[in-house]
């Protein structure tokens, strides 16, 4: 099994930047594609983006393309989520999350992934 921290949220303005980072352990994730979730308050948890194993893949949600970029240094068993021009509608809970069925397509949903982090908290204030 392999266990995701996240960590780097907090509260920022409208218009700053953030990265968050999911530190993996228990297992080398090169051989995980990888994502990152987010839940609002009342809101369901919704897919931000995710990267192929090599990093050579990324998709990501309509709502962050330009703005986010996500990406992994897998010597360090690490994914990162660089978040610039921060919005009040990007506050939520970020998770990360691992995917190891080992398939070419890269996942956007839910339950695509076997292994979640317990999120941190990204508050952008207007």
């Known amino acids: 099994q392999v266990q995701l921290v996240e960590s780097g949220g907090g509260l920022v303005q409208a218009g700053d930047s953030l990265r968050v980072s999911c530190a993996a352990s228990?297992?080398?994730?090169?051989?995980?594609?990888m994502g990152w979730f987010r839940q609002a308050p009342g809101k369901e948890r919704e897919f931000v983006a995710a990267?192929?194993?090599?990093?050579?893949?990324?998709k990501y949600a309509d709502s962050v393309k330009g703005r986010f970029t996500i990406s992994r240094d897998n010597a360090k068993n690490t994914v990162y989520l660089q978040m610039n021009s921060l919005k009040p509608e990007d506050t939520a809970v970020y998770y990360c999350?691992?995917?190891?069925?080992?398939?070419?397509?890269?996942?956007?949903?839910?339950?695509?992934?076997?292994?979640w982090g317990q999120g941190t908290q990204v508050t952008v204030s207007s």
């Open positions: 228990g297992r080398t994730i090169s051989n995980y594609h």
């Open positions: 999350a691992a995917d190891s069925s080992g398939g070419s397509y890269l996942p956007l949903y839910l339950a695509d992934y076997e292994y």
């Open positions: 990267i192929s194993r090599s990093g050579v893949r990324t």
